[in-house]
Structures are given as structure tokens and as C-alpha cells.
């Protein structure tokens, strides 16, 4: 998953707004392109994206904030999407959040030092059949004990060399 | 010689590694240069069975599962193909009990055809209802839908039929169908098998409501943490535009009906309906007043019928065969019958759909087979995160709408939770104003400041030691609760205490409490 690291380009910017302005409900569609395309919605965005839908600063702030899935940096270079909400907590994903914050040496919301991974909460996955569960970049896991993450996270360090 | 094997392409089936099962039974069939087609379904619903591989037999569909890759080369030398027995064989598929009893209406298709396949949907009965919906006129369809006795899937179970009426006899330029695909609730998974098993049931419903309602224009509001149903839906829409079942003219009528799907973005508030519209217009999901109600005043200010994703799946069916099929199946005012899924500790996780009445302990022993850990059950909380937590005592509790409302709990979207004896009530119950908190779209004071409020009320009580103080501050946390409960703008902040409440009046030794501290829980 390759994301541009400066972030921040203008003009591409400005192209996905205007390419979707017209259509209904755009803000969340070019939130959405913006952030697929750069891994995050830079803060310099937000005015440019405002003045294309005729919106304020304000009214575009207020939206990336709202949403979790919205970043306003870029993230680490894979993400780990812990779920835990009460069809994870009955198989045991609090212990596993423990191990997984011990293992990464980071908190919810936020990166390793060595920019590998970013540790995310999410309240589920809609795999609650095989809880626990969790999403690293786009692939989905079922029934992870801590032995299984670790696992998954040897392969992930294991495709960086 | 050729054959046909099916692997799930369903999100969970996946997560287990049916994608690389799949990679691995082509591989091996072309090693042996057999003449293979693998159709990729969705799920049947039998997790602990996932990733579960089926072979097209002269006898039926054979099942084995689970399967890993290292599974495939045996499964071949044991001629799976022909059915041939091996130690991970499940006997013909229809044949397995957790499914045999079973009453598929709604997921009748799911697991069976190649979801993105529209000429499999039309071999299955598939556009029956939408043949129907265009021979007789919108008050008979809105007839039908009200005969049904169908009630929002979603969680609010409001009757549909209402919903339509009010949309059709609505006038307006411009009317909207939406279906609201924001199944966020833990231990729901129903919607997500529907859109990745059987997506063109959900399209015909919905624009068999666009045909009653007149409406021209409809929207999937998608979570996003459903990519794989993304990638389904839009294959199946793809297929409907190209064979003329969405888009002008629709199947040789003069109806048009465009349709698209649009993403959410981890918002849990956005399964609430106005909240919902409110996104799909590009703004923050902040819950609207109402009235007026969305079949009035929807989105963009139009008419707009909006339905759960099971409710709307239901449809087909029900114009199919009419209401008063589908209305036989259920008791009192629960009609029909529901998808309910098996999570948490459970042995036997899925997909159940039965006509309601059925138990929870039908459900959770009978099907579920006990908790996954084998230790003791404790507790199962029904209906998602704003659901009650109910103890093992109260099993026979029946499937109603309201049965349970009566035991001050919900049905909600069907989810079971199952948790053993190493659960902490006390810990859920925090949970439940914890969640709250993190999602509340702050809109109203009793849910914005109250879930938070709670959490520390509830710290509040595991601490004090004396008498008098106690008392307080159950009447505190009485007084949060009843200001929750009926001063909240919409279910997220007026069903919180629910949980919490229940966790209190059926678990008061994990808070510290007795039962006479509780008392005034009800």
C-alpha cells in the first residue's frame, strides 16, 4: 500500500473536487477519493475542497472530524484495525488488545515510532461469527488469539525486507 | 471428467482462508488436469464449518469444512468430487441439521447461486416478486407489504408498511429509496451476508419499493468497514444496469431506477436513519428532529422510503408469494420470520433464520451447541450494543418483539451475544456509556453528557462503602437513565441504559450490589 508521504498536492486536490462536485452528497465522496488517493485529508485541503462545493472551512473541518475513518495524517505504513466492541470482548479481544498494544509498544490511534504500523479501535467488523477480529491494511482476520497476531505480524515485517 | 466446487467469497469465510482454499483447489485441479469450475458463494452461514467447500454431486451438493489448503490435495485423493467420504465430510449440505431446520425466506439464495451471477438469481426464482410489483398497482403492492406484517429488520421494527404507504401517497418531483447498510451493532452480520450472497435480492426489493413509490432515484448507504459487500454490490448493480433491471425502462416497464451505492465512514450513528440522510447529503451525521419523518421528508428534503437491508431483501418474497404467506410464519405482532446470528462464545456461530417464537435457549443451545470456551453460559446480550444483557435463567424467552419488550430488552437486528462465566457485568454495563460516548453525535445533551456522566456514576458505585452513599448514587445513576431514556433525541442515547440496566437488575453481585440495592430497576 503505497501512499504519497508529502501528502499534500493541491492541484490533485482541486481536480477530485471539481470532478465531483455536481453530484449529490459530494463532500463525503471526495473526502472519501481524497483519502483512498493519499492515505489521509491534509488540513491544507480543507480550504480548497470548501471553495469548490461553496462550503466554509468550518463545514468541511466539521465533517473529516466527525467520521473515524477520516485522517487528517498519514498513518503508518500498514494499519491494524482491532475490533472491540461485545461480540470480540466475549472471546477474549480485551486480553488481546493488551497483547497487541504490548507487541506494536503503541496505544489506540497511534503509530509505531518506525512508521510501520498504526493501531486503530473499530466497533465491528461484521465478523462476529469468528470473533475476534481484526483488519490489517485491507485483508480481514478471524478468531485472533495473540499467538495468530503475532504470526500475522511476523509475515507483515517479514514483507518489508 | 468436469465438475463444479464451491468456496465462499463471503467476508467471513475469508477471514478464515477461503481465499487461498480456492487458490488452492484450482491449482490441484489443474495439476491433475481435471476440468474444474469454482463458483464463489456466500456463506451458508456455519462459521465454525468456514472456510466450508461444496461439491456438485449427482446426489446433491456434498459438504467438507473447515478446510485449510493443506486439506486440498487429500480432499482430492479422496475423490471429493464424487462426493467421496473423508474426514472433514459433512454429509449432503441440505441435509445438516443447523440448516435442515431452518426457515429460509429471506436468505432462501444465500450460500446457494454465484451472488454476482443474474442468470443464476432469475434460475432461483430471482425478479419473481418484481414481475408481480409491475402487474398490480402501488396501493396493492403498499397491500401487500402491509398484509406481510413486516416489520423494520433494522432494529426499531417499525412496521414497512406505514413507511410505504406514507412515501407513495406522497407527491413530490423527486422520491428517493434508501436503504440504510449501516449495520454497525456487534453481533450482527446479516445485512453483510445478504450483500455478499445474494445482492440482487436486495436490489429487486428496493426497486420494487421505487416502483410503488415512484421514486427514481435510490441509494445503498454502505459501512465502510464492509469492502468485500462493496465490491459484490456494485458487481451485482453492474449486472442489473447491463441486463435492464435497474436504469430506464425498467424490465420492459416505464419505470426508471437508477441505483448506487454510497460508503459511510465508521460512524456508528449513522445506522440511525435521519443521521443516515444526513451523511448521504455530504454533511456530519447528526440526528435530525422528527417530524417530519423521512418518508416525508427524506433526503434531500423528498419523500423517502427508507428500510434495513433484511427488510428490504424480504420484499421479493413477500410479492412473490404475498403477504399472507409470508405473515403465517411468526406469533403475535412479529410476523414472518428473522435472520438471527449466533456470535461471541458460542460453539456453533451463524446464521439462523427462523420464523420468531423460536428461543433463545433453542437458539443458543440447540443451534448455538453451548458456548465455544464449554465453560458455563452467564449471560447473552440480544439486540447489539443497545441491547439488554439477559442471564442464562431466562432462555426461554421467545423471539418477539413484544416478549422482550416486556423482559426490558430489544430484538433489534437479531444479534445474540453469548459471553460465559468470565464475563464482568460491570465492565459491559461501563462499556455501554463508553460506547455512547465515543459515537454520540452530540446533537442532544442527554446523550452527549450522559453516557460520559454514566461511566463515572458506575466507577462511582464499585467504590463507596457506606449505606447512605450507596443510596445516592443509585439515585443518581436512576435519575441519568430515566433522563437518557426519554430525553434523548434518538435510540442511541435512549436505549444506552438498557444494557446498563439490565446488567444491574439480573447481575447486581458483579457491581458489588444485592438484589434489594436494585430493586428500582424494575
Known amino acids: 500500500m503505497e501512499q504519497n508521504q508529502n501528502g499534500f498536492d493541491p492541484a490533485a486536490i482541486e481536480a477530485i473536487a471539481a470532478r465531483l462536485k455536481e453530484r449529490p452528497g459530494a463532500l463525503m465522496l471526495i473526502l472519501h477519493e481524497v483519502q483512498d488517493r493519499f492515505g489521509h485529508v491534509a488540513r491544507e485541503s480543507v480550504p480548497i475542497i470548501g471553495h469548490a462545493l461553496n462550503l466554509s472551512r468550518a463545514e468541511v473541518h466539521g465533517v473529516v472530524t466527525f467520521y473515524h475513518d477520516f485522517r487528517n495524517q498519514p498513518s503508518g505504513r500498514n494499519v491494524i484495525r482491532l475490533c472491540r466492541a461485545e461480540s470480540c470482548q466475549a472471546m477474549g479481544a480485551v486480553a488481546l488488545a493488551e497483547h497487541v498494544r504490548g507487541r506494536l509498544g503503541v496505544g489506540f490511534g497511534e503509530t509505531t515510532s518506525d512508521g510501520d504500523f498504526t493501531l486503530e479501535a473499530v466497533y465491528c467488523l461484521g465478523n462476529c461469527g469468528c470473533s475476534p477480529a481484526m483488519v490489517i491494511n485491507d485483508e480481514l482476520y478471524g478468531r485472533v488469539s495473540p499467538a495468530r497476531f503475532d504470526e500475522l505480524l511476523a509475515e507483515r515485517k517479514e514483507d518489508r525486507r | 471428467m468436469s465438475a463444479t466446487v464451491y468456496v465462499p467469497r463471503d467476508s467471513s469465510a475469508l477471514s478464515l482462508g477461503a481465499g487461498k482454499v480456492a487458490g488452492a483447489i484450482a491449482a490441484e485441479a489443474a495439476r491433475r488436469n481435471i476440468d474444474l469450475r469454482v463458483v464463489r458463494n456466500g456463506s451458508r452461514g456455519m462459521f465454525w464449518l468456514e472456510p466450508m467447500v461444496e461439491v456438485l454431486t449427482a446426489r446433491g451438493r456434498v459438504a467438507y469444512g473447515p478446510v485449510t489448503p493443506a486439506d486440498v490435495a487429500p480432499l482430492f485423493d479422496s475423490g471429493f468430487l464424487t462426493g467421496g467420504e473423508h474426514r472433514l465430510g459433512l454429509g449432503l449440505t441440505e441435509e445438516i441439521a443447523y440448516l435442515k431446520r431452518q426457515e429460509r425466506l429471506t436468505f432462501a439464495r444465500v450460500g446457494i447461486i454465484d451472488p454476482v451471477s443474474i442468470d443464476d438469481y432469475l434460475a432461483h426464482g430471482g425478479y419473481r416478486g418484481l414481475e408481480r410489483a409491475l402487474s398490480i398497482s402501488a396501493e396493492k403492492i403498499v397491500e401487500e407489504i402491509t398484509e406481510s406484517g413486516l416489520r423494520g429488520r433494522g432494529g426499531a421494527g417499525f412496521p414497512a408498511g406505514i413507511k410505504w404507504r406514507t412515501t407513495q401517497q406522497a407527491s413530490a418531483s423527486q422520491?428517493?429509496?434508501?436503504?440504510?447498510?449501516?449495520?454497525?451493532?456487534?453481533?450482527?452480520?446479516?445485512?453483510?451476508?445478504?450483500?455478499?450472497?445474494?445482492?440482487?435480492?436486495?436490489?429487486?426489493?428496493?426497486?420494487?419499493?421505487?416502483?410503488?413509490?415512484?421514486?427514481?432515484?435510490?441509494?445503498?448507504?454502505?459501512?465502510?468497514?464492509?469492502?468485500?459487500?462493496?465490491?459484490?454490490?456494485?458487481?451485482?448493480?453492474?449486472?442489473?444496469?447491463?441486463?435492464?433491471?435497474?436504469?430506464?425502462?425498467?424490465?420492459?416497464?416505464?419505470?426508471?431506477?437508477?441505483?448506487?451505492?454510497?460508503?459511510?465512514?465508521?460512524?456508528?450513528?449513522?445506522?440511525?436513519?435521519?443521521?443516515?440522510?444526513?451523511?448521504?447529503?455530504?454533511?456530519?451525521?447528526?440526528?435530525?428532529?422528527?417530524?417530519?419523518?423521512?418518508?416525508?421528508?427524506?433526503?434531500?428534503?423528498?419523500?423517502?422510503?427508507?428500510?434495513?437491508?433484511?427488510?428490504?431483501?424480504?420484499?421479493?418474497?413477500?410479492?412473490?408469494?404475498?403477504?399472507?404467506?409470508?405473515?403465517?410464519?411468526?406469533?403475535?405482532?412479529?410476523?414472518?420470520?428473522?435472520?438471527?446470528?449466533?456470535?461471541?462464545?458460542?460453539?456453533?456461530?451463524?446464521?439462523?433464520?427462523?420464523?420468531?417464537?423460536?428461543?433463545?435457549?433453542?437458539?443458543?443451545?440447540?443451534?448455538?451447541?453451548?458456548?465455544?470456551?464449554?465453560?458455563?453460559?452467564?449471560?447473552?446480550?440480544?439486540?447489539?450494543?443497545?441491547?439488554?444483557?439477559?442471564?442464562?435463567?431466562?432462555?426461554?424467552?421467545?423471539?418477539?418483539?413484544?416478549?422482550?419488550?416486556?423482559?426490558?430488552?430489544?430484538?433489534?437486528?437479531?444479534?445474540?451475544?453469548?459471553?460465559?462465566?468470565?464475563?464482568?457485568?460491570?465492565?459491559?454495563?461501563?462499556?455501554?456509556?463508553?460506547?455512547?460516548?465515543?459515537?454520540?453525535?452530540?446533537?442532544?445533551?442527554?446523550?452527549?453528557?450522559?453516557?460520559?456522566?454514566?461511566?463515572?456514576?458506575?466507577?462511582?458505585?464499585?467504590?463507596?462503602?457506606?449505606?447512605?452513599?450507596?443510596?445516592?448514587?443509585?439515585?443518581?445513576?436512576?435519575?441519568?437513565?430515566?433522563?437518557?431514556?426519554?430525553?434523548?433525541?434518538?435510540?442511541?442515547?435512549?436505549?444506552?441504559?438498557?444494557?446498563?440496566?439490565?446488567?444491574?437488575?439480573?447481575?447486581?453481585?458483579?457491581?458489588?450490589?444485592?438484589?434489594?440495592?436494585?430493586?428500582?430497576?424494575?
Open chain 2, 175 to 522: 422520491k428517493y429509496v434508501v436503504c440504510n447498510a449501516d449495520e454497525g451493532d456487534s453481533g450482527t452480520f446479516s445485512d453483510r451476508m445478504i450483500m455478499e450472497g445474494d445482492p440482487f435480492v436486495l436490489i429487486e426489493g428496493m426497486t420494487i419499493a421505487a416502483v410503488c413509490a415512484g421514486a427514481t432515484q435510490g441509494y445503498i448507504y454502505l459501512r465502510s468497514e464492509y469492502p468485500h459487500a462493496l465490491r459484490t454490490l456494485n458487481e451485482a448493480i453492474g449486472a442489473a444496469y447491463k441486463r435492464g433491471y435497474l436504469g430506464e425502462k425498467i424490465a420492459g416497464s416505464a419505470h426508471t431506477f437508477n441505483l448506487e451505492v454510497r460508503l459511510g465512514a465508521g460512524a456508528y450513528i449513522c445506522g440511525e436513519e435521519t443521521a443516515m440522510l444526513e451523511s448521504l447529503e455530504g454533511k456530519r451525521g447528526m440526528v435530525r428532529y422528527k417530524p417530519p419523518v423521512p418518508a416525508i421528508a427524506g433526503l434531500f428534503g423528498q419523500p423517502t422510503i427508507v428500510n434495513n437491508v433484511v427488510s428490504l431483501a424480504t420484499v421479493p418474497v413477500i410479492l412473490e408469494r404475498g403477504g399472507a404467506f409470508y405473515k403465517d410464519y411468526g406469533m403475535g405482532r412479529s410476523r414472518g420470520t428473522l435472520p438471527i446470528q449466533l456470535a461471541g462464545n458460542v460453539k456453533h456461530p451463524g446464521l439462523v433464520e427462523k420464523a420468531f417464537g423460536v428461543t433463545l435457549r433453542d437458539l443458543v443451545e440447540d443451534y448455538g451447541g453451548g458456548t465455544w470456551s464449554g465453560r458455563p453460559l452467564r449471560a447473552v446480550q440480544v439486540g447489539g450494543p443497545l441491547g439488554a444483557y439477559f442471564p442464562a435463567s431466562m432462555l426461554d424467552l421467545p423471539m418477539d418483539y413484544e416478549a422482550f419488550a416486556a423482559k426490558k430488552g430489544i430484538v433489534g437486528h437479531g444479534g445474540i451475544v453469548v459471553f460465559d462465566d468470565t464475563v464482568d457485568l460491570a465492565r459491559q454495563a461501563r462499556w455501554a456509556f463508553e460506547f455512547c460516548a465515543i459515537e454520540s453525535c452530540g446533537k442532544c445533551t442527554p446523550c452527549r453528557i450522559g453516557s460520559t456522566r454514566g461511566a463515572e456514576v458506575l466507577d462511582r458505585i464499585s467504590r463507596v462503602a457506606r449505606t447512605s452513599d450507596r443510596e445516592t448514587t443509585m439515585g443518581l445513576l436512576r435519575d441519568l437513565c430515566d433522563t437518557m431514556t426519554y430525553g434523548s433525541l434518538c435510540a442511541l442515547g435512549g436505549l444506552t441504559p438498557l444494557p446498563v440496566l439490565s446488567a444491574l437488575r439480573h447481575f447486581p453481585e458483579d457491581f458489588g450490589l444485592s438484589r434489594s440495592d436494585v430493586a428500582w430497576t424494575g
